[in-house]
């Protein structure tokens, strides 16, 4: 069967792009590898816990209301407040406070180094003031602008002067956050804390906006998978075909036909590739290009691909607690950011294979399933699972229907090394790797922030860098696509351009999602789709 359009990957980006298809009357398939839709952005229910499998809430960036305002999808959101802790001590955020509270916290830290604190927390609120511009209102792309002709003249045109002298501004601040945080301040320790929950090398705008995203979360009733549950209905309400279970095996460009692994044929007269990157110029390569010019331009991207790194990953434990919700809500808000004790990731050093050289590497390999480093390995993720900072999730802080009256959910994430993970995959002491996380977490837990559960444990599981690997097909586990540390980004990485990260050098295919922007998040992704979505609906006028 021929679709006007075919859309690869039932992500945020590939949802959003056959949404807006579907509105504009467009015939479409959405073709989903794994069982669901929603990519990273997910909810389970397991013995009466609801935990998200993603993103823990959603940041409105004057993208996500917008569209679903546009569609016309109708779903509530819950507050979702955000606190931060170093130790014992914890700071509830509140729009209210501002910067106030937060740069008390880090006095009381760091007293003999005032100074310094204040020239970070002074940076932080120059980048929110940043950010207040470039989110300060509802993104046009979003909004039917014939119905409100003023509204360009009173709000977007005064919005887009601003807008312009503040991305230069913006552009000052491309370093990445390890090295402006180093400009401000000499204590490596004041820099972890504020920056080693970011990954490696994030741009410094985009890590010291953190602040005005936090208070900007927001959270679906029912859990974050609701937000796809929403796009899944609509799509399917207006025609589309929503095949899940369907893994993409073949692309002819020729034809303008993509064949699943059980050979079943979609044709298509475009098509919106919202998965991973490498998979689409893998597929493209595989079957002959007419144009030897768009066939050198195929194989110099997939070459470019092939060596580019996915950005960083997450180890997450999923615990249902005998525990009441007030014992949490006595702790800390629905969502937390806990960093256990005061010295930084930077007093660790790097993990024990990076001080190794090719040949000791190459030797190791010759003894299959075996690793003589692992005891050196698990050393060092020990210190690593005590010193890092740990991003926790309460669901039912949030909605009280999703645990169990008297108990509590706990979804905490931790930054994690996919090499590390894969080694252990690859020697056959990936349980082994799996359970030590787990049961260092629980006890780091049970040592600080919550006393007592460890005993009132009911049962945990976990999801690796590997997991993530294994469900979405994305490269080296990545959660929000290319790695910053990449010699050059394989994506567009300039705000005002962001219109051209949609396309291929491949003719009927664009691109959606996080491996087609960077930095990349929920909001790039929908925005991505609807570009995506508006060029395939021009095209086929």
């Known amino acids: 069967m021929e679709y006007d359009a075919v859309v690869v990957g039932a992500g ?55 569209m679903l305002r546009q569609l016309g999808v109708e779903l509530e959101f819950l507050q979702s407040p955000v606190s931060i802790g170093f130790g014992d001590d914890v700071l509830r955020l509140s729009p209210e406070a501002g910067l106030d509270e937060y740069r008390a916290l880090l006095r009381r830290r760091f007293p003999g180094i005032v100074s310094e604190v204040d020239a970070i927390v002074d940076e932080v609120a120059r980048v929110m003031d940043y950010m207040a511009v470039l989110y300060g209102i509802d993104n046009p792309l979003f909004l039917d602008l014939k119905d409100d002709p003023g509204y360009v003249l009173k709000v977007i045109l005064p919005w887009m002067l601003k807008y312009m002298t503040t991305m230069p501004k913006v552009a000052r601040l491309r370093m990445p956050v390890d090295e402006r945080l180093a400009a401000l301040t000499g204590s490596r320790e004041l820099a972890d804390m504020i920056g080693q929950h970011f990954f490696k090398k994030t741009p410094a705008y985009f890590a010291l906006s953190y602040f005005s995203l936090y208070l900007d979360y927001r959270y679906p009733r029912g859990g974050t998978g609701r937000l796809p549950e929403a796009l899944e209905s609509y799509i399917r309400d207006r025609g589309g075909s929503v095949m899940t279970g369907v893994e993409v095996a073949g692309l002819d460009a020729a034809r303008r036909v993509v064949t699943d692994a059980s050979g079943s044929e979609y044709g298509y007269r475009r098509l919106v590739w919202a998965a991973d990157s490498r998979l689409l110029y893998r597929l493209a390569l595989a079957s002959p290009l007419a144009d030897r010019g768009v066939a050198r331009r195929v194989e110099a991207k997939a070459a470019e691909l092939a060596s580019a790194r996915g950005g960083d ?32 990731l930077s007093s660790l ?41 740990y991003e926790i999730s309460i669901p039912v802080l949030r909605d009280p229907t999703l645990a169990p009256e008297g108990k509590a959910g706990l979804i905490v994430s931790t930054l994690m090394d996919y090499d590390l993970a894969k080694r252990a995959e690859e020697r056959r002491w990936y349980d082994e790797y799996k359970e030590f996380c787990s049961a260092r977490i629980v006890d780091i837990l049970d040592r600080g922030a919550y006393p007592g559960l460890r005993a009132s444990v009911i049962e945990r599981t976990a ?30 990485n300039d705000l005002p351009k962001v219109t051209r990260s949609i396309r291929t050098p491949i003719p009927g295919v664009y691109q959606a999602g996080q491996w087609t922007f960077s930095p990349s998040g929920l909001p790039i992704s929908i925005l991505t789709g609807k570009l995506a979505a508006d060029a395939v609906v021009k095209d086929l006028r």
């Open 349 to 389: 050093g790097p993990w024990p294979l990076e001080a190794k050289n090719e040949v000791d590497v190459a030797q190791d390999d010759v003894a299959a399933g075996e690793d003589p480093d692992k005891e050196a390995l698990l050393a060092w993720l020990g210190d690593y699972l005590e010193r890092t900072t």
């Open 313 to 344: 990953s997450i180890f997450t434990l999923y615990v249902a607690a005998d525990l009441p919700p007030v014992f949490f809500s006595s702790v800390s808000s629905a969502h937390f950011f806990y960093t256990p004790r005061g010295e930084g």
């Open 12 to 66: 945020m980006a590939g949802l959003t792009a056959a949404a807006y298809l579907c509105k504009a009357g467009k015939s479409v398939a959405l073709l989903e590898k794994r069982g669901k839709t929603g990519g990273l952005v997910d909810s389970f229910e397991r013995n009466g816990f609801t935990f998200d499998g993603g993103i823990r809430a959603v940041e409105n960036s004057g993208i996500v209301f917008p």
């Open 463 to 492: 999801s690796t860098p590997v997991t993530i690997r294994r469900e979405t097909g994305n490269t080296d586990g990545a959660i929000t696509g290319w790695a910053f540390t990449n010699p050059t980004m394989p994506a567009v």
